[in-house]
């Protein structure tokens, strides 16, 4: 997906985790992911560019699907799809 069909995706659970170092984000969405409905898109924000690649390694491992990510001013936007 482009950064702007990202964008425009509707959110079902926004998890804030900037400020915050590795593995503080993941575990911050791996604790929020309840919240966000089968189906669902999950927007996790961070700072931490080690994010990128731990939420990718995480999502191959619970099969959700790995929408993409758009880096914004200062953090990141990280996307999935919840699928089960």
Request: hydrophobic letters at 35%; proline letters at 4%.
């Amino acid at each position: 997906m482009t950064a702007d069909e990202l964008r425009a995706l509707n959110v079902d659970k926004l998890v804030d985790a900037r400020g915050t170092a590795c593995p503080g984000p993941l575990l911050d969405a791996r604790r929020g992911i309840g919240e966000c409905p089968i189906g669902g898109v999950m927007e996790i924000q961070s700072s931490s560019s080690d994010t990128l690649v731990s939420v990718q390694r995480w999502c191959k491992k619970m099969k959700f699907d790995y929408l993409g990510d758009v880096e914004n001013d200062g953090f990141w936007s990280i996307y999935l799809r919840r699928t089960k």
